[in-house]
């Protein structure tokens, strides 16, 4: 069987950005690791990079509606090639180069610079010759077989499932799974991704070519991509596949990634509705939402449910070693709400005294100097704050040197490279205030530092998540919260005590996660007063709270 994206006909219908994302995905298949697209301005002459068997290769894609490739094509890839130190270069058309290409790189050749081309009729020869999907370098956890098992039985017996998994168990390989055993049964069979974010969606298609066989066609489905057709696996946004269902799209599965999205009415609803015939699952890491919705009415009960702490136990994420600084507690104010009660925002504001940028600047120092090769994320309050604790970061140290703010308010390219330099390593502490939520993985990160406040427990868990990935060489994920709301304390005291009863049924562990406040004094007050933290961590502003005077506070 070929692969159906690389026939002559989608490489000709897909123009020069689906020759790019074609060769991408066959890069997969034939082994390649840490493939990069880099094509756009300062590329160099490149427009993807990828790693095979220890050798860097660089690839200069040039599409032709009709005619062949000239020799531009190879002169920018012999200044991408010594650019980027490959060890590889190759010029890919689909369809042939002129006689002037061919003999400057015959030229080139004869100096000792190889050039290899892959034109149409050699990508039709891959596409027939390499293997049917992507070769793992993993195999599925234990767990990660149970679920995949739960959600097809499900499927099959109510035409519904719901998958929770923490952030850094795999709920999109889970997903993948499904969807790629599927196809595997019905060739023909059509299905439909998606989630609320462009940026999101397009991560999500990429993230199923792993599992999704070479002869099924992905179509990116967004305000800025229209395919022709919607056979394959669609990946869209919301209101891309909305639009499509109201036109008659009517999909076989659908999953819904990051489903505490999903409201009793609105986009995501009308969507199910239209497509109500069509099998349907949910994955997300957090179930919760702010309007205490439950997921459960559209997907039934979770077919399948590991949380962090219980991950975390188990040794499928990394212990973390959390530290809450609420050195600055007003004690006056302990003994009036005692007597009194507050609203949880008029406590908030009596009771915190928030520690300047400057102090949190010397915790994260110190942290960074007990950290063995420190990778930091630092959630901010505004788009305005990160940029400002780049800055200072960038003055206060020779490591942070070249410490940079990530928002959505910067380009999406430029947010791209900004991730890949952030992924090896060039760049080391990033600022950022809600990028990282949802979507972005980097495995490394074993500093976490929380300035901003959240009164959401799904964001805190998200953001959480992004440093609870295990990565060679990681041995812990060190987290710093300044925190300034009760219900952050609540959230991190139900942690804790969710660790604690996890970790005591896992005695074998070499590492335990411990959750500790820098001041012990205000631990112990704090664990006195919210006993019922998991109710107090989702409460709203003005719920009024009063609590005992614990002994010792006169």
Known sequence: MTAAFLTAAALRDGGPAGLTKALERTLWHLGFQDVRVVDGAHDNGADLLAVRDREQWVFQSKWKAHGVADRGGVDDLERARAHYRADRAVLVTNTDIAATAETRRRALASVGVDITLWHGATLATIGERMPDRVPRAYTLRPYQEEAVAAIERDLVAEGSALLVLATGLGKTVVGGEVIGNLLRRRLGAHVLVVAHMRDLVEQLEKALWRHIPKGVSTRLLTGDHKPGTLDGVVVATVESALSSARAGYRPDLIMIDETHHVAETGRFAELLDLCGS???????????????????????????????????????????DYRLYADGI?????????????????????????????????????????TPDPRAIVFCQTIEHAEHMAELLSVSSPDWARASYLHSGLPKRQRDVLL??????????????????????????????????????????????????????????????????????AAALDLRRSLEAEESEHLELPLASRVEFQDETVGSLMDMWLQDAADLETAADEVRLQFPLPRGIL
Not at 287 to 314: C, H, L, N, Q
């Open 330 to 370: 007003d004690w006056d104010v302990v003994k009036d709400v005692s007597r009194h009660g507050y609203s949880i925002k008029d406590l908030n504001r009596r009771l915190f005294l928030p520690q300047r940028d400057e102090e949190v600047v010397e915790h994260l120092r110190a942290a960074w100097r007990e």
């Open 278 to 320: 069509a099998a349907r699952f949910g994955v997300t890491a957090t179930p919760w939402r702010g309007d205490k919705f439950d997921i459960t009415a559209r997907f039934g009960v979770p077919s399948y449910k590991m949380g962090i702490a219980e991950g975390m136990a188990a040794g499928y994420l990394s212990t973390v």
């Open 420 to 489: 890949n330099e952030f992924r090896l390593g060039r760049v080391p502490v990033i600022t950022c205030v809600d990028v990282f939520n949802e979507g972005v993985d980097v495995p490394d990160v074993n500093l976490i530092a929380f300035l901003r406040v959240t009164h959401s427990r799904r964001i805190f868990v998200q953001q959480l998540g992004r440093g609870l990935r295990l990565s060679p060489g990681k041995k812990a994920l060190k987290v710093l919260d300044f925190v300034t709301d009760i219900r952050r304390v």
